[in-house]
């Protein structure tokens, strides 16, 4: 069975970044729904032997037309909101160090030439979705922008995701209202960059 991931900080800790109301509507209501339509779908189709990540990259293999709606979408609100939730930190580190420093460094050019281009795909993401970074198993990063609760992982780009930014409006309209980018703002200043770098070390095994 698929469970929310824990949170390592209070619903308030993260304000005035992100507010406790937004923490417990998003992660209580938004994400506890995907979670549990995810398991049951999980359920009808036979897959509780699966990860979430082999479901989403198999997504073709479920013949029911219907289920393998349910599945991406809620599958993806499982799997996207537990990488976007864990992400956050009280005391986060600022910064990336080691192999993930090198590799944002040769990639982009700096740690905030990547945030730039975050920025603008988060921004450029028409109504409700993501942007990311991802990498593959060699260590190379990508940036990306996905439509609802969609991901590189179900939309089978060869590269796995190591953070996300959600542009849902519920992320962030009940502080933000309609200032998308001043929320955008707001995420840099709590995403632990900690978590960036173990979620980096996982995919390309550095």
């Not at 580190?93 to 281009?117: N, V």
């Not at 990311?132 to 089978?156: C, F, R």
Request: aromatic letters at 12%; hydrophobic letters at 35%; a negative charge.
């Amino acid at each position: 069975m698929f469970k929310q991931v824990e949170l390592s900080y209070g619903a308030g800790d993260l304000e005035p970044n992100i507010d406790a109301l937004t923490i417990e509507t998003h992660y209580g209501k938004h994400h506890a729904t995907y979670t549990k339509t995810f398991n049951e779908a999980v359920e009808k189709a036979g897959l509780t032997d699966k990860s979430a990540e082999e479901i989403l990259a198999s997504l073709d293999s479920v013949e029911d037309e219907g289920l393998r709606k349910v599945l991406r979408n809620n599958g993806g609100g499982y799997y996207n909101h537990n990488m976007y939730f864990e992400a956050f930190s009280a005391n986060p580190k600022a910064a990336p160090e080691g192999e993930l420093k090198t590799a944002i460094d040769e990639t982009f050019g700096s740690l905030d030439a990547l945030k730039d281009e975050l920025t603008k795909l988060a921004l450029g993401q028409f109504g409700s979705g993501w942007a990311w970074l991802s990498a593959d198993t060699e260590g190379k990063l990508y940036v990306s922008n996905s439509p609802n609760q969609d991901n590189p992982i179900s939309e089978k780009k060869g590269y796995m995701p190591i953070l996300a930014l959600d542009v849902w409006e519920h992320a962030y309209y009940l502080n933000y209202k309609n200032l998308r980018g001043d929320y955008i703002k707001a995420y840099f200043n709590v995403l632990d960059w900690g978590k960036i770098e173990e979620n980096y070390k996982k995919v390309c095994g550095k």
